[in-house]
């Protein structure tokens, strides 16, 4: 069954900092675009970034391109989300997802998610 699970979320106060990981479970996922998403309570689910299958492209959405950098580790099957200066209202469940085919924003339609992890942010 194919997996990708987040971990890193938690607690934070306001100007400060975490690093997401999302790990997959089959090593197909390294040849994969992977993207961040995240969704607050009652809003839709927002992209945030994306990257492709060797790390040499990279996108973002513009509330979150100065203070958040995806990366990726193919050895260990794992992107990442370094997330810095955060704000109350980047508090939200954060996904990953990983899509052969798409990457960006259109990666909301993508087959695979994980369960989210959730970051708040204190004030």
């Known amino acids: 069954q194919v997996q990708l699970v987040e971990s890193g979320g938690g607690l934070v106060q306001a100007g400060g900092s975490l690093r997401l990981s999302c790990a997959a479970n089959v090593r197909t996922f390294s040849s994969y675009g992977k993207g961040w998403f995240r969704q607050a309570p009652g809003k839709e689910r927002e992209f945030l970034a994306a990257?492709?299958?060797?790390?040499?492209?990279?996108y973002y959405a513009d509330s979150v391109k100065d203070r958040f950098t995806i990366s990726r580790d193919n050895p260990k099957n794992t992107v990442y989300l370094q997330m810095n200066s955060l704000k109350p209202e980047d508090t939200a469940v954060y996904y990953c997802?990983?899509?052969?085919?798409?990457?960006?924003?259109?990666?909301?339609?993508?087959?695979?998610w994980g369960q989210g992890t959730q970051v708040t942010v204190s004030s």
């Open positions: 997802t990983a899509d052969s085919q798409r990457l960006g924003a259109d990666m909301k339609d993508s087959k695979y």
């Open positions: 990257i492709n299958w060797n790390g040499g492209r990279t």
